[in-house]
């Protein structure tokens, strides 16, 4: 068994985060549309959440912004001239469509791709296959840029995989890691994949959107050869996508042997277990940390975004840290909970709240803003080091959002052709700083 750790690829979030409310099933972008964002606070709170990881001692890469307008998409739609004759028109004609063309929802990197580790595939590469995010139009079109960014990250074919993104239509919807999770015994052995989907390819359901098919994991889980016997396809409950669960992270996370869910998170939650354990045989002996609705309904896990937490393997601590955002620790329910499981012997040892609110108000937590790929030394140090962090290089990067970023910023404010501009400088001394230019 080769050795490999868990590295955490975080989204940088962009100077054009604002509050469209564009996430149809998704509360906390509708509560909050219109409100004032503050991107420069977003994109500081977003690095010192990797500060806080690079200092216990994990390796933390970083994924950069989009090109932001995407000036693609308003073409698509007919506008033409220059770049301010193209934003004055689509702010008159179709300030939606702008909404959606300077979203930086890119920032939440658990739906840039899905990754099956080395340990667990056919050709022994890692891949990756980037997500098509066709549910929503504003995250519809990240892929293509998405795609170019893994491609530069993962150049070295002979250890890498990257794939371009499934078919873009409501058959193949795919919303990426959000909808995966991997247990294991060992980060470096082999594993168990965990596909969660929210209808099948073909059936419509009615209420909020399921925005993962059963044909699009599948689809994936080919690709990325992953052997039958160790992979388990469980469709998440219709309840928990009504209740605001649009992805499944908002209601379940593992990592190795350990998988931390809430009581409404699937289906049928018994075969799920029993799929998993079977699955597991002779690899880890699953541990399930079920939360049942009596002691945290599922309204609140969603409010407070316990289960959208990193989960993870502290330098020098024997049990599972949960990295949760600080809305758990102010929701009763959730704060009791954490206090009453680390309190017993369970995986989880301990919970550690961080600040990433802006981003929570378009309902996005820690885990979230994160894209996991589990890596072996050899693979790490063939991937592209300009984007694997330490100190320096984040107080670089803070610099340059210090400078470049708004603090505050209304969808009115994407009529300004002034900001396009200012997008583009910020984005471009972020690769620089990266060594990422060819991507400009
Ligand atoms: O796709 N929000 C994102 C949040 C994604 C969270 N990711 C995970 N759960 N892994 C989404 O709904 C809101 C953007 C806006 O309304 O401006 C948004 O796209």
Redesign the pocket.
């Known amino acids: 068994m080769s050795t490999a750790r868990e590295v955490n690829f975080d989204g940088l979030i962009g100077p054009s985060h ?6 149809a ?2 509360l ?3 509560k ?2 219109g409100d004032l964002s503050n991107p420069r606070e977003a994109a500081l709170q977003g690095l010192e959440k990797m500060r806080l990881l690079v200092r216990a001692g994990f390796t933390q890469g970083i994924l950069p912004p989009l090109p932001r307008p995407n000036f693609d998409l308003l073409v698509s739609a007919g506008f033409g001239g220059s770049d301010a004759e193209i934003i004055e028109a689509a702010a008159k004609q179709a300030p939606q469509l702008l ?1 959606a063309a300077y ?3 890119s920032m ?1 990197a ?2 840039a791709a899905t990754v099956s580790p080395s340990a667990d595939t056919g050709d022994g590469r890692l891949h990756l296959t980037a997500t098509n ?1 066709s549910t ?1 139009l ?2 519809s079109t990240e892929h293509p840029d998405t795609t170019a960014t893994l491609l530069s990250i993962f150049e070295d074919e002979g250890r890498f995989g990257v794939h371009g993104a499934l078919p873009a239509h409501a058959d193949f919807a795919d ?4 909808n995966h999770v991997r247990l294991c015994g060992e980060h470096g052995g082999p594993g168990v994949e965990l596909f969660v989907y929210g209808r099948e390819a073909g059936e419509s359901t009615v209420g909020f959107p399921a ?1 993962q098919t059963r044909l699009a994991s599948e689809s994936i889980a080919r690709a990325h050869h992953l052997a039958p016997d160790h992979t388990v396809f469980a469709r998440q409950a219709r309840a928990a996508i009504e209740a605001g669960a ?2 499944n ?2 209601v379940c996370v593992g990592t190795l042997d350990t998988l931390f869910f809430h009581e409404l998170a699937f289906e049928d939650t018994k075969a799920t277990l029993a799929a998993v354990r079977r699955a597991g045989e002779g690899r880890f002996e699953l541990k399930p940390v079920m939360v049942p609705q009596a002691e945290v309904p599922v309204e609140d896990a969603i409010t407070s975004y316990l289960f ?1 937490s990193q989960l993870l393997q502290w330098p020098g601590e024997d049990r599972l840290v949960l990295l949760a955002p600080m809305e758990t620790q102010e929701t009763e329910s959730t704060r009791r909970f954490c206090e009453r499981m680390v309190a017993g012997n369970g995986p989880i040892g301990r919970v550690q709240y961080v600040d990433v609110r802006q ?1 929570m108000r ?4 820690p ?3 994160r894209l996991r790929v589990v890596m072996t030394d050899e693979e790490i140090s063939s991937a592209h080091q300009g984007v694997m962090l330490d100190e320096a290089k984040i107080d670089a990067l803070q610099d340059i959002v210090s400078r470049t970023y708004r603090d505050r910023l209304s969808p009115a404010d994407l009529a300004d052709p002034a900001l396009a501009s200012e997008c583009r400088i910020a984005r471009e001394a972020l690769l620089e700083a990266l060594d990422l230019s060819g991507l400009i």
């Open positions: 604002n509050y469209g409310g564009m996430s099933g998704n906390a972008s509708a909050n549309e909404k979203s930086a929802s939440w658990a739906n995010l929503m504003h995250r919303e990426g890691a959000a925005r649009f992805h992270d908002v959208n981003s378009n309902g996005g937590g885990a979230c803003l």
